[in-house]
């Protein structure tokens, strides 16, 4: 939504009954994180800032303040009428008003910004498939799927559908624009595709839309899971990242004479050449590899407009709504940091004038293609040796990101084994 001044904001919360409002921000991990503030404060924390202790999501020794930022203004549809809830996003500031060095918003909204001054517009989409499966007598989340469906099923095989149908009406009820849904392949397995936006908001719905899912299942006594890979022997969840990209509002995707235009080959170039750089920000826990691993899934650096299996694929109509995939991520990844890299890696190959590879018009011969790190420490070390992923993030946000990778991988070492790790991580992702 557009900026609204604070003034109308105080008007809009004193006129519509708001009783709590969330002040919301986003953890390394992707995590959505708030505290809730009563209507009497809302002026104070526009102008000063609402004071936080760093120390819970970063090595910052220092307080830092949470400014909202008055374009996200959402409310909540499943709180009550009266006494409402509504919700903002916030900018990350120091003390003296200066943003922090590790603030994920500011990271990639200055980035967009630094596009802009080039000529270039950027939006971004996702589809985003996720589980549900049945809770207990007590309400604790089982690994009992909610239904035996498979891909495109209705009901009554589908059991997901009224729950799906909540939570898009409610994502729709928030102005975050789910386009369409449908039943996956897995038992309880589903998709919500999402209209293409701005990098800044895309990443914001990215990463309310995990909460919303969570809440509407809840109340429905289910358990939504975004795991890359809930069930051993079923499909993994991935998180299609649909990017298009403008330079002075022509899209560098359209085709040129049945052709790619030389920018758009240049920049998905850039992609597939920092991608495995990039793979512990896009895959960043240990289960994303069991998914990566899995049949189906993209773990080979290839592209096609063709082929649906590639990890970057130009898909649809020809010279209809222009646009590239990433196939490759999963839902656990930080959003702002995934679509700050992806775009920094294309704009790398256009400045650069790489050249694309050919095509992948069929299934591959293994070993055709360059593969993606095989498990998360090969990742982690490919990011940490990675002149590339050093100059397009700040020094706060690799330290904070890399420590807590190392976290994950010495808990995953000293856990009696995946199975009792992933169970760790199915209950509190």
């Not at 690994?143 to 939570?167: F, Q, S, W």
């Not at 849904?181 to 919500?192: A, F, L």
């Not at 890696?345 to 095509?359: F, H, P, Q, T, V």
């Given at each position: 939504?557009?900026?609204?001044?604070?003034?109308?904001?105080?008007?809009?919360?004193?006129?519509?009954?708001?009783?709590?409002?969330?002040?919301?921000?986003?953890?390394?991990?992707?995590?959505?994180?708030?505290?809730?503030?009563?209507?009497?404060?809302?002026?104070?924390?526009?102008?000063h800032?609402?004071?936080?202790?760093?120390?819970?999501?970063?090595?910052?020794?220092?307080d830092?303040?949470?400014?909202?930022?008055?374009?996200?203004?959402?409310?909540?549809?499943?709180?009550?009428?009266?006494?409402?809830?509504?919700?903002?996003?916030c900018?990350?500031?120091?003390?003296?008003?200066?943003?922090?060095?590790?603030?994920l918003?500011?990271?990639?909204?200055?980035?967009?910004?630094?596009?802009?001054?080039?000529?270039?517009?950027?939006?971004?989409?996702?589809?985003?498939?996720?589980?549900?499966?049945?809770?207990?007598?007590?309400?604790?989340?089982?690994?009992?799927?909610?239904?035996?469906?498979?891909?495109?099923?209705?009901a009554?095989l589908?059991?997901?559908?009224?729950?799906?149908?909540?939570?898009?009406?409610?994502?729709?009820?928030?102005?975050?624009?789910?386009?369409?849904?449908?039943?996956?392949y897995?038992?309880?397995?589903?998709?919500?595709?999402?209209?293409?936006?701005?990098?800044?908001?895309?990443?914001?719905?990215?990463?309310?839309?995990?909460?919303?899912?969570?809440?509407?299942?809840?109340?429905?006594?289910?358990?939504?899971?975004?795991?890359?890979?809930?069930?051993?022997?079923?499909?993994?969840?991935?998180?299609?990242?649909?990017?298009?990209?403008?330079?002075?509002?022509?899209?560098?995707?359209?085709?040129?004479?049945?052709?790619?235009?030389?920018?758009?080959?240049?920049f998905?170039?850039?992609?597939?050449?920092?991608?495995?750089?990039?793979?512990?920000?896009?895959?960043?826990?240990?289960?994303?590899?069991?998914?990566?691993?899995?049949?189906?899934?993209?773990?080979?650096?290839?592209?096609?407009?063709?082929?649906?299996?590639?990890?970057?694929r130009?898909?649809?109509?020809?010279?209809?709504?222009?646009?590239?995939?990433?196939?490759?991520?999963?839902?656990?990844?930080?959003?702002?940091?995934?679509?700050?890299?992806?775009?920094?890696?294309?704009?790398?190959?256009?400045?650069?004038?790489?050249?694309?590879?050919?095509?992948?018009?069929?299934?591959?011969?293994?070993?055709?293609?360059?593969?993606?790190?095989?498990?998360?420490?090969?990742?982690?070390?490919?990011a940490?040796?990675?002149?590339?992923?050093?100059?397009?993030?700040?020094?706060?946000?690799?330290?904070?990101?890399?420590?807590?990778?190392?976290?994950?991988?010495d808990?995953?070492?000293?856990?009696?084994?995946?199975?009792?790790?992933?169970?760790?991580?199915?209950?509190?992702?």
């Amino acid at each position: 939504m557009e900026a609204i001044s604070p003034k109308e904001i105080l008007h809009f919360v004193s006129e519509n009954d708001v009783k709590f409002i969330r002040l919301t921000f986003c953890d390394m991990q992707g995590n959505l994180k708030n505290i809730a503030i009563m209507p009497g404060e809302l002026e104070r924390a526009f102008k000063h800032g609402i004071l936080i202790d760093a120390a819970g999501f970063s090595d910052c020794c220092e307080d830092l303040l949470l400014v909202p930022d008055s374009a996200t203004l959402s409310v909540l549809p499943w709180r009550p009428k009266s006494g409402r809830v509504v919700r903002f996003f916030c900018y990350i500031r120091k003390l003296d008003g200066s943003p922090y060095e590790g603030e994920l918003r500011y990271t990639l909204q200055d980035y967009v910004r630094s596009l802009y001054e080039r000529g270039y517009s950027c939006e971004f989409g996702t589809k985003s498939e996720f589980y549900l499966f049945d809770c207990d007598n007590e309400g604790n989340p089982t690994r009992k799927p909610h239904d035996n469906a498979g891909y495109m099923d209705v009901a009554p095989l589908d059991k997901c559908e009224n729950t799906r149908r909540e939570i898009c009406l409610s994502l729709e009820e928030m102005g975050i624009g789910p386009q369409r849904s449908c039943h996956k392949y897995g038992p309880g397995q589903n998709e919500i595709d999402f209209r293409c936006a701005e990098p800044l908001t895309a990443a914001d719905n990215m990463v309310h839309y995990k909460t919303v899912v969570k809440t509407i299942a809840a109340q429905n006594g289910l358990y939504a899971s975004f795991l890359p890979m809930p069930l051993k022997d079923s499909y993994g969840s991935a998180l299609t990242i649909i990017m298009t990209v403008k330079k002075d509002g022509r899209n560098i995707f359209t085709l040129e004479d049945g052709a790619l235009s030389a920018e758009g080959r240049s920049f998905i170039a850039g992609i597939l050449e920092h991608v495995p750089e990039m793979t512990v920000f896009l895959n960043p826990i240990v289960n994303s590899y069991t998914r990566l691993r899995h049949s189906g899934a993209p773990n080979e650096i290839n592209w096609s407009f063709e082929n649906c299996g590639p990890l970057v694929r130009i898909p649809g109509q020809v010279g209809v709504h222009p646009r590239i995939e990433l196939r490759s991520a999963d839902c656990c990844c930080n959003p702002y940091l995934s679509f700050r890299l992806l775009l920094a890696a294309g704009m790398d190959g256009i400045d650069r004038g790489l050249s694309l590879r050919e095509e992948l018009h069929v299934r591959p011969q293994p070993g055709a293609f360059e593969q993606l790190p095989d498990t998360l420490e090969d990742a982690l070390e490919a990011a940490k040796a990675s002149a590339f992923i050093r100059a397009n993030l700040p020094a706060e946000i690799l330290r904070n990101f890399f420590r807590d990778t190392r976290r994950q991988l010495d808990r995953f070492r000293d856990a009696e084994g995946a199975r009792v790790f992933d169970e760790q991580y199915f209950l509190s992702e």
